[in-house]
């Protein structure tokens, strides 16, 4: 007889293997949860994609910059950036707006808009924040 167990524990998702023999013997493997657990196990946010690195042509006739970040989480976690450390916030200024957690920013200016991004992913276990990204204009 064999059973698979899987629980999170501190952010680590175990995975139990057990058969007849070993289940009483604590037979446990540690794997990292972005790998094993599924959309319907709780867990704390994690990174599919972080923001990167952005050089916005001035004279781009594309008006769009897109900083990109992907989460997984269960519960879906809430998605804020930061702008140099501060909040962007995203109901003042209407050429913010985040979609699939992604920051779109239209008519972007370079003494508005440049410098380092960071996104922050939080749901009720907790809260992860990229690496910086640096959003410059030439």
């Not at 175990?14 to 446990?28: A, M, N």
Request: net charge neutral.
């Amino acid at each position: 007889m064999r059973c698979v167990l899987t629980n999170i524990y501190l952010g680590v998702c175990f995975r139990s293997i057990c058969t007849l023999h070993c289940c009483f013997k604590s037979c446990l493997l540690i794997i990292p949860f972005f790998e094993l657990c599924n959309d319907y196990t709780l867990h704390g946010p994690i990174f599919i994609q972080e923001p990167s690195h952005v050089m916005f042509p001035l004279d781009s006739e594309e008006k769009k910059v897109k900083l990109s970040c992907e989460v997984k989480g269960n519960p879906k976690p809430h998605i804020r950036w930061k702008l140099n450390g501060t909040d962007v916030d995203i109901g003042m200024d209407f050429r913010y707006s985040v979609v699939e957690g992604s920051l779109l920013i239209n008519n972007p200016n370079k003494t508005q808009d440049a410098g380092m991004y960071q996104c922050i992913a939080t749901n009720s276990f907790g809260t992860i924040v990229s690496r910086e990204a640096k959003l410059q204009f030439a």
